[in-house]
């Protein structure tokens, strides 16, 4: 079992930045892949982006790419999500997730969520 906890959300006005972590820890040594995932109220839950950690790989929403960042640190299993050029449509509950090799998110782990709010 991996236990995720997420931190950085908060309340941030349009055009400015967060950098959301991700901490897993407990059974971490079948990660293959950690994501970001962000639920806004009333509507469903959206893939953001990931990294794998063989080969470093990274893949992101249309949505924003070119503005969210995602990078890691394997040796600490902690990924992290650079938010630029924020808007109010990004106002959502961020949820990171963590995956095993050939197994999708819905069969992985998940963090508590953490709430992004950007105000216009």
């Known amino acids: 079992q991996v236990q995720l906890v997420e931190s950085g959300g908060g309340l941030v006005q349009a055009g400015g930045s967060l950098r959301l972590s991700c901490a897993a820890s407990g059974h971490t040594f079948n990660n293959y892949a950690m994501g970001w995932f962000r639920q806004a109220l009333g509507k469903e839950r959206e893939f953001v982006g990931d990294i794998v950690w063989s080969g470093v790989r990274t893949s992101y929403a249309d949505s924003i790419k070119g503005l969210f960042t995602i990078s890691g640190d394997n040796a600490k299993n902690t990924v992290y999500l650079q938010m630029n050029s924020l808007q109010p449509e990004d106002t959502a509950v961020y949820y990171c997730?963590?995956?095993?090799?050939?197994?999708?998110?819905?069969?992985?782990?998940w963090g508590q969520g953490t709430q992004v709010t950007v105000s216009s």
């Open positions: 997730a963590a995956r095993c090799h050939g197994l999708g998110y819905d069969r992985g782990s």
